[in-house]
């Protein structure tokens, strides 16, 4: 059973850097995507940073120029470098993925998440 477990959250002031990180285990088949996507109560659910399988990402508009997401090579463990972070940067961070070659077009067709890690970015 796939398992996904993130830390590096915490609370930083705006224009400073954290690095998330995931913890994957428990995968069935070779082939999924990977990605972190944040929760606000105000906002919903957004994609912030996709990896397919065959190494290409997505990003949202919002964190382009600002965040990288990538992978070990194990692909054991998932990243989301974060710098120049802004308050509205401020959610709670998940780990997702879902078998495949692609990415899932909607983040409601993601099976598996982990616990989430809360980002908290102040003026």
């Known amino acids: 059973q796939v398992q996904l477990v993130e830390s590096g959250g915490g609370s930083v002031q705006s224009g400073g850097s954290l690095r998330l990180s995931c913890a994957a285990s428990?995968?069935?088949?070779?082939?999924?995507?990977m990605g972190w996507i944040r929760q606000t109560p105000g906002k919903g659910r957004e994609a912030v940073a996709t990896l397919a399988d065959d190494g290409s990402t997505t990003y949202a508009d919002s964190v382009k120029g600002r965040f990288t997401i990538s992978q070990d090579n194990a692909r054991k463990t998932l990243y989301l470098q974060m710098n120049d972070l802004k308050p509205e940067d401020t959610a709670m961070y998940y780990c997702t993925t879902e078998y495949g070659t692609w990415c899932p077009k909607w983040v409601d067709e993601y099976d598996y998440w982990g616990q989430g890690t809360q980002v908290t970015v102040s003026e």
């Open positions: 428990g995968f069935a088949h070779s082939k999924y995507c």
